[in-house]
């Protein structure tokens, strides 16, 4: 999600960083009162069996072994 929030501050020479975090942390406040969560991104990997993957796996399992 992107969100583009347009605010006006009568003093902009006093920054505008603590404007944007009491905006930020009111909205995640609002947020957690409506009970709306936000989705993180996902990866799935499929892999095929194959000969090579099997020859990963056991060189994987190797090097672990003497890590150990």
Known sequence: M???IHCWINDPEEGVGNVKSDVLKHLWALFKE???GLPFPQRDL???QSE?????????????????
Not at 52 to 68: C, N, T, W
């Open 52 to 68: 090579a993957l099997d020859r990963v796996i056991a060189a994987m399992e190797s090097r672990e072994g003497r890590q150990q």
């Open 46 to 48: 499929n892999l095929k």
């Open 2 to 4: 992107n969100f583009t």
């Open 34 to 36: 409506h009970e709306i």
